[in-house]
């Protein structure tokens, strides 16, 4: 078995804030084969080395992406990075969840990003129950958080600033999201957003209808645009919205030749996330998670920009990695 180092906890790691900085996280995607994992091992260590706070590997629908989520994890736990693993509900019992919750356990992975998943194929299509399997998020939480083995496990949940899709309201959607707080979920990662406002309405909104839970941390989650069509696609799967005046920039930027105009394109995303992400530290975000797409150099340009990291260029070594 692979030697796990012991794991910080992850809402422990939101606690290590400098002023004027904060820390920053990493979410990563199971590769899909051998030359995209050697990306992502060269990814790993470069936001090692620009002291990345937490590194999240994400769970996919299909079965053997599900099996490279527990191997990266795995892996990068024996490096010195806190791992956090996501793990849903689709196409699962509530006994092979109980069982791979225990491996994750028996590895000394005791960070988890507790989620209900959506839909293989169309993430919008109707969500359907596994036959023994779990419904919503909360009943996840309350399991692991029965599971004896799991007592030191840090759990976790998705929030949502504009609402989940499938809430029939705003109203609803901050009480589905408390209850998974209750159920003992310790914090929560946004999906990602790009009007900041959304943000904060969805902290006050839950700390207005439960001070005690509804205060816990809400790490925002970022995506540096570097593509309009990645953008606009990664949107339409998030049932989230674009505003309209970043989509006149982005636009403006393209010249209406999105792609003989990717580096203005790239360029106008990235100083739309470094504005963004000033916000956030002014208005006390505890970490900065970024949805790398296992690429290094937006989120690294973009924390340049916020004075956290070096520029990015082959004089500081990171000319092997995207
Ligand atoms: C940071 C982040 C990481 C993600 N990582 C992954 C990943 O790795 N793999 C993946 O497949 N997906 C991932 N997702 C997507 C996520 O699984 C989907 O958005 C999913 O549709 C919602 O998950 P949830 O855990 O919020 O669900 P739940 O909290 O279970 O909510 C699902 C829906 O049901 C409603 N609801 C909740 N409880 C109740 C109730 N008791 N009665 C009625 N309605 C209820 C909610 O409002 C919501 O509309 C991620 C999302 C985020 C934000």
Redesign the pocket.
């Known amino acids: 078995m692979a030697h796990i180092r012991r794991q910080v906890a992850v809402s422990d790691s939101l606690k290590f804030t400098t002023p004027g900085r904060v820390p920053f996280s990493v979410e990563f995607m199971p590769p899909r084969d051998d030359a995209a994992e050697q990306r992502l091992w060269s990814a790993a260590e470069a936001f090692h080395d620009l002291g990345v706070s937490f590194v999240s590997v ?4 299909g079965g053997s992406t599900r099996g490279r989520t527990l191997r990266v994890a795995e892996q990068l736990a024996t490096k010195p990075l806190t791992t956090l693993v ?1 793990m ?1 509900l ?1 196409e699962h019992t509530a006994e092979e969840i109980r069982s791979l919750i225990r491996t994750f356990a028996d590895l000394g992975l005791t960070n988890l ?6 839909p293989p194929g169309d993430p919008n299509a109707e969500w359907v129950q596994t036959e023994g399997g779990l419904l ?3 009943e996840l939480i309350e399991m692991v958080r029965e599971m004896p083995e799991c007592e030191n496990f840090d759990i976790g ?2 929030s ?1 600033p504009e609402g ?1 899709f ?2 029939a309201d705003l109203e ?2 901050t009480q ?1 999201t408390l ?2 707080l209750r159920a003992g979920a310790e914090y929560s ?3 990602m957003f790009f009007d900041v406002d959304h943000y904060l309405r969805l902290r006050d909104r839950l700390a207005a209808a439960d001070p005690e839970h509804g205060s816990k941390p809400i790490i925002p ?1 970022l995506m540096p645009i570097t593509s309009l069509r990645a953008v606009r696609k990664q949107m339409e799967l998030a049932g989230a919205s674009l505003p309209k005046s970043l989509e006149r920039r982005l636009l403006d930027a393209a010249k209406g030749d999105e792609e003989g105009n990717k580096a203005a394109i790239r360029e106008v995303g990235i100083e739309v996330t470094s504005e963004m992400a000033e916000r956030l530290i002014a208005e006390g975000a505890p970490d900065l998670h970024f949805m790398t797409m296992n690429n290094v150099r937006a989120t690294q340009e973009v924390l340049h920009n916020l004075g956290m990291a070096p520029a990015w260029g082959p004089g500081y070594g990171h000319d092997m990695v995207r």
Not at 58 to 61: D, E, L, R, V
Not at 113 to 118: E, H, K, V, W, Y
């Open positions: 994400t769970y996919g629908a996501h849903t689709v990003l507790a989620l209900r998943g959506d919503y998020t909360n949940i998705a949502f989940h499938r809430a609803m959607d589905y209850a998974k990662i946004t999906q989650g």
